[in-house]
């Protein structure tokens, strides 16, 4: 079974810009969470979506959203850019909601450094 | 929503020692407690996680145990080898309305030579 995988993996944008990352969980897994990892803040929950509705949300401003399509694969967007948006952005896919016991399986990760 | 403090945030520890990791979360109703390691460039991976049903757990050499009276559950590491250099993570899930999963900051372990 392949694995999460996450695109693009590397990405440099300027501030005030938007981007947009994606994350295609494993297949039957139908729960896609989102977090930030910085260096000293660990992982931050951004959101999760399950069967393409968002179930939970973490502390994040609007300027960071989700969706997610009928085939489980999820996309985030963050808009309006800022210097502090600067991290690696992680997925993890699960059969069921994400705090259900089981492991979340994470992808490989996609650094954004905004300059 | 769910609090979860994590500590130490950094160890080290001679290779062949033991290494413990300790976490304390708010919310009395959290049921279900994964821990996550990442080593350097990797992704996260389950190593082994807990339920509240269960005081203790063991897996060859890691463990974690759990106290739902105090709120607190911890990692245990023993004959600790280099490969066990990593970003160590707990977590909690509680279930308000559904299943939320809050981390801890994490521990970063490094086990010297």
């Known amino acids: 079974k392949a694995g999460v995988t996450q695109t693009p993996r590397y990405l440099i944008k300027t501030r005030g810009q938007q981007v947009t990352l994606s994350c295609s969980p494993i297949s039957g897994h139908r729960s896609v969470s989102w977090y930030q990892q910085t260096p000293g803040q660990g992982l931050q929950f951004l959101f999760e979506y399950f069967s393409e509705t968002q179930r939970n949300k973490g502390n994040f401003p609007g300027r960071f959203s989700g969706r997610q399509f009928s085939n489980s694969r999820s996309e985030m967007n963050v808009s309006t850019l800022e210097l502090g948006d600067s991290a690696l952005y992680l997925c993890?896919?699960?059969?069921?909601?994400?705090?259900?016991?089981?492991?979340?399986?994470f992808g490989p990760g996609t650094r954004l450094t905004v300059t | 929503g769910e609090n979860v403090e994590q500590h130490p945030s950094t160890l080290s520890v001679q290779e062949g020692d033991s290494a413990v990791i300790k976490c304390t979360y708010s919310d009395s109703a959290s049921n279900y407690f994964p821990w996550y390691k990442q080593e350097l460039g990797k992704r996260p991976q389950l190593i082994i996680d807990?339920?509240?049903?269960?005081g203790e757990k063991k897996d060859q050499r890691i463990a974690v145990t759990l106290n739902k009276t105090a709120k607190h559950f911890s990692l245990h590491i023993t004959e600790t080898q280099p490969e066990d250099s990593a970003v160590y993570f707990c977590a909690a899930s509680f279930p308000l309305g559904d299943y939320k999963l809050s981390f801890g900051a994490g521990t970063t372990v490094t086990v010297r030579a």
């Open positions: 993890a896919s699960s059969p069921g909601l994400a705090g259900s016991p089981g492991e979340q399986y």
């Open positions: 807990i339920r509240s049903n269960v």
